[in-house]
Nanobody
Framework: QAQYAESGGGLVQPGGSLRLSCMYS???????MGWYRQTPGHIARELVG????????HFAAFVKGRFSISRDDAKNIVYLQMNNLQPEDTGVYYC??????WGQGTRVTVSS
């Protein structure tokens, strides 16, 4: 069974940057890979962005050009580069191909 493990979260000041990593095994790239987040006070995990099998990426409207997704197939890692982080980006970030399989998440806190 495919497995996913997120890392790279932490505390950052507004305007700062973080790069999250999603290390995977057994992943089927037919579904691409999505990054999701669960923000405080919300149960549902919202889509942040996805990277497709063909290496194109697409993002939710709230990203506004601040984030990018890339992949290193040799290392089995998908990255989420987040720039100009704002307090509303605070949450737990997850990677998933299908909203069914999840890692443990990595917490991002944006605060001064």
């Amino acid at each position: 069974q495919a497995q996913y493990a997120e890392s790279g979260g932490g505390l950052v000041q507004p305007g700062g940057s973080l790069r999250l990593s999603c290390m995977y095994s057994g992943h089927d790239w037919a579904s691409g890979m999505g990054w999701y987040r669960q923000t405080p006070g919300h149960i549902a995990r919202e889509l942040v962005g996805i990277i497709t099998r063909g290496n194109s990426s697409h993002f939710a409207a709230f990203v506004k050009g601040r984030f990018s997704i890339s992949r290193d197939d040799a290392k089995n890692i998908v990255y989420l580069q987040m720039n100009n982080l704002q307090p509303e980006d605070t949450g737990v970030y997850y990677c998933s191909p299908d909203r069914i399989l999840w890692g443990q998440g990595t917490r991002v806190t944006v605060s001064s």
